[in-house]
């Protein structure tokens, strides 16, 4: 997984940028790294190992985040315990949707192994540790910060925003399999022009069609949730808060 998450391109995607009148007030982009850090720590302490999983605890903390911004959200629990969440912000529908994806579950930790408890949540020295923190909890944050920053700044946008956190993606992907079935939410989530989730390989994103729609080279090194810590850095965090395209080699 990338060190600094994807979800800082999503608004290089999305043309006009004008604000419609009269707009909320900007908070500065300290506020929103800030944000980061506090949900990030919040969130890492959901305990969603997979096996079982039990993503939704996780969808019910997006849930309530995206509610207190006036966005509703969608949660379907497919099983026990088991659900994703969309949440969509209407563009003009002048071009076609761009989702943010992200998936709620972790691996296994054995706390033996670790020199703090995994679920913790604890900064040190401007290090967040934490099962998930790298894989992929620091992604979904993000992403649903620019979410919510387009949202509160009303960003008049010219094609729908897509959050989407999935569950099981450690394991048996069911909760993506979940979303494009007939089931889940295939109808609102098919047609969409750009997908960005976690890789760290140049990624082809085809339509359904199977046009190649866009291609990217925008991340660092791979990283993966066994990895305890995740390093949130000052500037990382203006450039996601910010809303700047940053490609990375």
Not at 37 to 59: C, F, M
Not at 61 to 89: C, H, I, Q, S, W
Not at 133 to 153: N, P, T, Y
Not at 179 to 202: C, K, M, Q, V
Request: charged content about 25%; aromatic content about 6%.
């Amino acid at each position: 997984m990338r060190h600094l998450v994807a979800s800082c391109f999503a608004l290089a995607l999305i043309a006009p940028r004008v604000p419609a009148a009269p707009p909320r007030p900007v908070a500065p982009a300290a506020d929103y790294g800030q944000m980061a850090v506090d949900l990030l720590r919040e969130y890492v302490r959901i305990d969603t190992t997979v096996p079982p999983g039990n993503e939704l605890k996780s969808a019910l903390f997006y849930k309530g985040l995206l509610e207190r911004e006036g966005l509703t959200a969608e949660v379907d629990e497919f099983a026990p315990g088991r659900a994703n969440l969309m949440v969509r912000l209407a563009g003009n529908g002048s071009k076609r949707a761009l989702i943010l994806m992200n998936h709620m579950d972790v691996v296994p930790a054995d706390p033996a192994r670790w020199s703090v408890p995994p679920f913790s949540g604890l900064l040190k020295d401007g290090i967040i540790y934490g099962r998930g923190a790298q894989d992929m909890k620091s992604e979904g944050i993000l992403q649903l910060l620019a979410l919510v920053r387009l949202h509160r700044e009303k960003v008049v946008l010219d094609r729908d925003v897509i959050f989407l956190a999935t569950a099981d993606e450690e394991a048996d992907f069911l909760g993506a399999l979940r979303a494009i079935s007939a089931e889940g939410w295939h109808d609102r989530l098919a047609g969409a022009e750009f997908l960005i989730t976690e890789g760290n390989r140049p990624q082809m994103v085809k339509s359904p069609e199977g046009r190649t729609v866009q291609e990217q080279e925008a991340f660092e090194r791979p990283e993966h949730n066994r990895n305890p810590k995740s390093r949130m850095e000052d500037e990382d965090l203006r450039r996601v808060a910010g809303g700047h395209a940053r490609t990375l080699r």
